[in-house]
């Protein structure tokens, strides 16, 4: 079956980076979007940005200019780069692929401390 699996999570102070990385396998197709979602404590699930298979990048605006997508097409691998983290950017963070059905991961937590 398809798995998604996400790695680089964890604590870091305000104004620190973080990477984490996303790696899709199996019988998936041909993949039109990876992307990724976070989801705060007590909060819904939000959308944080994505790379399609036309290589156009979508941001949330609260990550845009601090955080960059980006895309291994040939290995079915995502990355997303975290900047200048806020404590507001806290929450698990789930990758997402996209290929006719959506597929998740099962999240990896990020934490910013002030």
């Known amino acids: 079956q398809v798995q998604v699996v996400e790695s680089g999570g964890g604590l870091v102070q305000a104004g620190g980076s973080l990477r984490l990385s996303c790696a899709v396998s199996?019988?998936?197709?041909?993949?039109?979007?990876m992307g990724w979602y976070r989801q705060a404590p007590g909060k819904q699930r939000e959308f944080v940005g994505r790379?399609?298979?036309?290589?156009?990048?979508k941001y949330a605006d609260s990550v845009k200019g601090r955080f960059t997508a980006s895309r291994d097409y040939a290995k079915d691998t995502a990355s997303l780069q975290m900047n200048s983290l806020k404590p507001e950017d806290t929450g698990v963070y789930y990758c997402?692929?996209?290929?006719?059905?959506?597929?998740w991961g099962q999240g990896t937590q990020v934490t910013v401390s002030s």
């Open positions: 790379v399609t298979s036309g290589g156009a990048i």
């Open positions: 199996g019988p998936i197709g041909s993949i039109a979007a």
């Open positions: 997402h692929a996209y290929s006719g059905r959506d597929c």
